[in-house]
DNA sequence: TTGAAAGCGCTAACAT
DNA sequence: ATGTTAGCGCTTTCAA
């Protein structure tokens, strides 16, 4: 492999001349440019990754410490990476991928300065990782929003305001008997935070409205959407109004009700909280707030970035706002036509 | 943070000592080491990853070039990635995540000696990546079967032998008319390579059994497998034993037999070939060849060390045998009991 | 069994 | 606008 003293040679320059060819960090006339472009096109060189970060204490690597279980959210969990490795290179850094369980790995890479910052998604609200990042060096950024963030970066959707507009548009159309269908009992027990938001924004708004609003866990599967679905029908069957929040459950919601007769959305209203993707390809496209997984991975890294230029950059938390959209689940209840 | 040296000065020995303590590479008497290791804990020493891979040519890190798009078989993707995750970490590696579509990231990482080695999942028959990972400096595998792996060291699913397991355990129930219900139409034409495998196997199967398939493919959602299932029952209506190897649209195909009255597996016995998970996770758990996603990510790893441990070592492909497991939805068919 | 020291390939002062 | 050079923190030969 050919080092930056071999282009220098070729080039006829020195080796800081190449150097600052390549991060621009000093004015360079242009014919030594074009000689040294020459040079590292002719020999095929690459700087050495390593011995840029031992020089410059940069790697251009960023780790995502992500759940790699065979989780019932993977899609968005897919998404969340997804959207951090673009965003990553965008900014020309890399992504080194950390599992959930891999307990040493934070400490490993942050002390071992293999990286230059951390993102960790799948935040609850007492997260073990959180004294690990806050005493990393590098700065990290939280996908999610955890009891105390202590100084750290945050960003996620604004459950809370997901759950007031699910609330709200029900309630516009004229609704008055609500349910909700959330997450498995597993995560109301660990308080993953996005689901205790949703639950109280909806809360909140129900209250607000002085409408009925009853929320039950769903497990991800097929039998949990239908257990779910009878349980509502038979202790609330005045309900005209469902939100729906729990991807793995969505489709399984909608036939159970199918089944049982209802039509969608004369009978009953549907709103769902779930990826865009999810929600529009269904056979009846569902009105649902859609979580940005993209967006919000592309802002974490964003943020990251920023503290990284500019280390006085303080800590912050951005909730992105939630929207959203009618499709052709939720319509007026047959009981109460929307109110002028 | 502290360096190598100052561990060396806080334990009263040489760099070099402190180096070989930590790799072992020669003998160190014991009071050494403990004067070594103590000096190491107090001072909460951590080897500089950059440093490290500079001096030794060594950077401990793996590239996965993944499919991070939102795909249909999300859950395999997943699979595969936390397998190789896994896998990386037990011989202490970690793991770069490349996405399909980065056209660059190969060389990247290749060249700027970020990774000791590079596994690409996903592989199509005519692959674009592999004259690039051809030519890398570092040991490639490849998570598939191309046309020409060009010294490349290949793993997968023997997706033939999985072909000819769902005809034989279906010929063996008694079944004579199957279909095969595939991937989309977009799959086809790009001759990825698993589908034509899987295919080329049921019919090799079929043929030597004299039994009659009929292979359709089929998209990826709800009206895609109506679709199918629909062409099926009204251009085959003889067929009793329906083949699906299709993840997204599994589980629409059971939910359009039952539309249609049929039952499962009385009047159509269905056999997939799809991660375990899924199999097991319906309602009625199929009967299915499973995709051991966790074991070839698992055995890509594995082959990369080697390789990388001993350059001399030939590149192999090694395919992981089918195992088809039967579950609820096979049996024999009603017009023609088993065969003694 | 241990130590001294020469790099590994780059960046960024410090010079000119 | 460009060149010189001292490290960055580690591994590994060579010596003892």
Redesign the interface.
């Known amino acids: ?1 050919a080092t930056i003293d071999d282009v220098a040679k070729a080039a006829g320059v020195s080796t800081s001349t190449v150097s600052y060819v390549l991060s621009g960090k000093r004015p360079i006339s242009g014919p030594t440019r074009a000689r040294v472009e020459r040079a590292i096109r002719d020999l ?1 060189y ?9 020089a410059s204490s940069r ?1 251009n ?1 960023i780790a ?1 410490v992500a759940p ?3 989780a019932v959210n ?2 968005v ?3 969340f ?2 959207g951090v ?2 965003a990553a ?1 965008t900014h020309n850094y ?6 959930q369980d ?1 307990a040493t ?1 934070i400490d ?2 942050s ?4 990286v230059d910052a951390i993102i960790a998604m799948d935040i609850e609200e007492d997260d073990p990782r959180i004294p690990l990042l806050a005493q990393a ?1 590098q700065p990290a950024v939280l996908i999610g929003l955890p009891r105390d963030s202590s100084g750290l970066s945050c960003v996620d959707l604004d459950f809370f305001g997901a759950g007031t507009a699910t609330v709200r548009h029900l309630a516009q159309l004229g609704h008055t008997s609500l349910a909700m269908l959330g997450a498995p009992e597993a995560v109301w027990k660990r308080h993953t935070s996005f689901w205790d938001r949703t639950l109280s924004g909806a809360t909140y708004e129900a209250n607000a409205r002085d409408i009925s609003l009853h929320a039950i866990a769903c497990e991800a ?3 949990g959407a239908r257990t779910a679905v009878a349980t509502i029908l038979s202790t609330h069957p005045d309900t005209t109004g469902l939100i729906v929040h729990n991807e793995a459950a969505l ?1 399984h919601v909608v ?1 159970a009700l199918r089944d049982r007769g209802l039509s969608i959305p004369d009978d009953m209203s549907i709103v769902a909280i779930c990826p865009q ?1 999810l929600a529009t ?3 009846q496209p569902l009105s649902s707030v859609t979580i940005p997984a993209t967006a919000i991975g592309k802002v974490a890294v964003d943020m990251a970035i920023q503290r990284l230029n500019d280390p006085e950059q303080p800590a912050e938390t951005r909730l992105l706002a939630a929207e959203l959209t009618q499709r052709a689940t939720t319509a007026a209840p047959h009981s109460a036509p929307v109110a002028p």
């Open positions: 492999m095929g690459r700087p050495h990754a390593g011995a840029r970060a031992l790697t690597v995502l790699l279980r065979v993977v899609n969990i897919m998404e990476v997804t490795v673009q290179r890399d992504v080194l991928l950390l599992t891999d790995g490993r890479v002390s071992g300065s293999m060096r599967s097929e039998v489709p036939a993707h390809s269904q056979p």
